[in-house]
């Protein structure tokens, strides 16, 4: 790397970059103490101290991301893609879909995807997609500027498309591409020989891994990553399990926003840190009786992706009724595999870890695991978002939705909308089935 | 002289406004309907004017004319009191006021389907009358009462004769589009090809028909199957409902009043 480079660097990232970012929270963190709130705060709790601290952290991993091309190699990856191997190798990590969802929530997200679309890209598939093939068309992002990558990782753990899209990036940016490719499980536990094949994946990798990054991995640093990884997963599984106490403390509107470490900046002491302080705050919050929503009288869980360019709405609106979104299996994902997690043997425990997350297992297990969250976190409803193009999350949730009606008679509403693409949600629509499913619920 | 109307229900749908005013017992006893007007306050204004000319001011049996209303349809929201009059109000769903509705109308559970101008619905309501499940049509308008109207007009048939007509028909032409405007487009090529009106018409019953079945099944089927708003008005869809489900159709007395007459209901529960 140039001096030039370097200071160029340092200069935007740590100097500059960190003064600003670090006043922005100074000021957000001022104006919280007086208790303001965008939100409707007649009927939701105070936003989380904690809210600056993570803006700050996040919006500098981006702003890294920005000038990573100065000074370190960059890998692009799927959210559930074993990333310890890259990290452990130094690499600058960015998660497409998490750059989806920030368009997603900055309501961008619709102008990017057409890009895509116009360069063909159907409306059928996953709107993540359309956002960041948009977004490596045109350059368009509010994030400021995508690095370009140097090695692209997909793992077929969440869905199939992963694999057309990283081939579409691989072409685009002519860089090699690692493909994991995790067995489905459809019934049970995975098979002996499907956790090897993963494993023996992950080993072959490591050399083109190395190459792009030009240095060997060094077998400690993996394990410190991989221990940070699990140390990160566990602090998030507890946040999300406080949430078993009645009232809720924090909603799983609060978590959606709160999972970005979790995801892009997985096995980072800073998302350590991070989320013991968010544990001690929810901690605070049990302890002085605050809850997520003012005067909660029933609790929801939420299937799927979030409804990104509506969080606010659909938060204040089910607040109104005094209805907290306490649990989502989505956000559950990224906490209830941390046991799996062996930091001692890395390529074992992560060939198990990256087979088992809820998208790479059957319907059968997705039931279950929702059965087992009303039960544990006292709810009284679910609701199932049909997302319009995440077809791996949204396949059975008919028969779920039967089957919890019938088997438990727990009131379940399919809500059809589209996690990025703000033009499949029809507001009247949906706060129709949410007003007549909350009368329902009384 | 007409009993004292002590509550009201207003269902303001997309297509017609209806009004219904019951005694301190729930009964039935006044009632209004009009085409749907986009001024919705306005409409509202008036009928409540109308009921209060034609109840109160008729029955003169109390001092203050302090009827409670709840509104539901999707203009709920735009219902007010006019000025200077404000007893209880309410907006409330027609999931759950078409329940009550036809559960006192009827005094049974079971699976009710209303279709309506620009929705559809089907509520499985338990054998005490609650909600205990229910599906609304998808975002478009498939499966409701303006995918025949638009169609209706395409085919130069009067609204109230189409039923009629489709019945008629020995032929039937399956229309593969459920959206209603790829409908239309398919109905201008299938006369272009010459094919008869009626096999048409009784093609698109079928369709708006098979649509419902398909959300009666998300819901299930708990017998009896009762149907009620504005399209029962048109005999085939009651009798294709029968021929697909297998079922006897239940209707109640005023079908297109049920949402209405719920919300009234719910209004006397405030008094």
């Known amino acids: ?442 | 002289m007409m009993k004292e109307v002590r509550a009201l229900g207003v269902d303001v749908g997309s297509t017609t406004v209806k009004m219904v005013g019951v005694d301190a017992e729930g009964n039935l006893v006044w009632h209004f309907l009009e085409q749907a007007d986009p001024r919705v306050e306005d409409q509202v204004e008036r009928f409540l004017a109308r009921a209060r000319h034609e109840t109160f001011e008729a029955s003169q049996t109390s001092k203050v004319w302090n009827a409670p209303l709840v509104a539901t349809g999707y203009g709920r929201k735009l219902v007010h009191w006019p000025e200077g009059h404000r007893p209880a109000t309410r907006s409330v769903t027609e999931i759950t006021c078409h329940a009550k509705g036809i559960y006192r109308e009827l005094a049974h559970g079971g699976t009710l389907v209303d279709i309506g101008g620009q929705d559809s619905k089907v509520i499985g309501i338990s054998p005490k009358g609650d909600v205990v499940d229910f599906t609304m049509n998808d975002k478009c308008a498939a499966g409701t009462g303006r995918f025949l109207e638009n169609t209706a007009h395409r085919l130069r048939v009067p609204l109230e004769q189409m039923g009629q007509v489709a019945l008629s028909a020995s032929e039937e032409v399956a229309i593969s589009s459920t959206c209603t405007v790829f409908a239309e487009s398919e109905v201008i090529s299938l006369i272009a090809h010459g094919v008869a009106v009626e096999a048409i018409l009784r093609g698109l019953h079928r369709s708006l028909v098979k649509r419902v079945v398909a959300m009666i099944r998300t819901v299930g089927l708990v017998p009896p199957l009762m149907l009620s708003g504005g399209v029962v008005q048109n005999p085939a869809v009651p009798r294709m409902l029968e021929d697909e489900t297998g079922e006897r159709v239940i209707v109640p007395r005023y079908p297109q009043l049920m949402g209405a007459y719920g919300a009234a209901l719910i209004a006397l529960d405030l008094r």
């Open chain 1, 1 to 442: 790397m140039s001096v030039t480079k370097a200071c160029a660097y340092h200069f935007n990232v740590n100097l500059m970059g960190r003064a600003f970012l670090r006043l922005q929270r100074w000021q957000a963190e001022r104006k919280a103490a007086t208790g303001a709130s965008r939100w409707k705060s007649d009927y939701l709790a105070p936003p989380l101290k904690i809210a600056p601290r993570t803006k700050e952290l996040v919006a500098r991993h981006w702003l890294q991301g920005r000038y990573a091309n100065l000074n370190r190699k960059v890998a692009w990856v799927t959210s559930g893609a074993p990333v310890e191997l890259l990290k452990a190798l130094d690499f600058y990590v960015l998660y497409p879909e998490n750059h989806a969802a920030i368009c997603g929530t900055a309501r961008v997200a619709v102008d990017i995807a057409a890009e895509a679309e116009n360069a063909g890209y159907s409306r059928d598939i996953c709107s993540y997609a359309r956002t960041d093939i948009g977004t490596v068309l045109s350059g368009k992002t509010p994030v400021g500027k995508l690095p370009k990558p140097d090695l692209l990782l997909a793992c077929t753990n969440i869905c199939q498309t992963v694999l057309q899209w990283y081939r579409v990036l691989a072409h685009h940016f002519n860089v090699p591409l690692i493909l994991i490719d995790t067995p489905f499980v459809y019934y049970g536990e995975a098979t002996d020989h499907a956790v090897e094949y993963v494993k023996r994946q992950l080993e072959e990798a490591i050399p083109v891994a190395e190459k792009v990054a030009d240095k060997r991995l060094d077998e400690r640093k993996l394990k410190q990553v991989a221990r940070l990884s699990k140390l990160a997963s566990e602090l998030w599984l507890e946040i999300m399990e406080r949430n078993q106490h009645q009232p809720a403390p924090i909603s799983a509107f609060d978590e959606f926003i709160q999972m970005a470490p979790i995801v892009e900046m997985r096995g980072d002491a800073a998302t350590v840190d991070l989320y013991a302080a968010l544990l001690k705050e929810v901690d605070e919050r049990i302890a002085r009786g605050i809850s997520t929503v003012k005067g909660e009288r029933k609790r929801l869980l939420w299937d799927n992706l979030p409804i990104w360019y509506r969080l606010r709405y659909l938060a204040e609106l089910l607040a109104e009724h005094g209805i907290a979104l306490v649990a989502s299996t989505y956000t559950n994902a990224w906490g209830e595999l941390a046991p799996l997690i062996d930091p001692e043997r890395p390529f074992e425990s992560a060939a198990r870890t990256y087979t088992y997350p809820i998208l790479n297992r059957g319907a059968g297990h997705k039931l279950a695991t929702i059965k087992h969250m009303i039960e544990a976190y006292h709810l009284d409803g679910v609701i199932l978002h049909s997302d319009r193009s995440c077809k791996p999350y949204s396949i059975g949730q008919i028969d779920q939705r039967d089957k919890l009606i019938r088997d438990c008679g727990v009131p379940a509403l399919l809500l059809e909308a589209d996690h990025n693409d703000a033009r499949v949600f029809a507001e009247e629509q949906v706060a129709h089935r949410l007003a007549a499913f909350v009368e329902m619920l009384e």
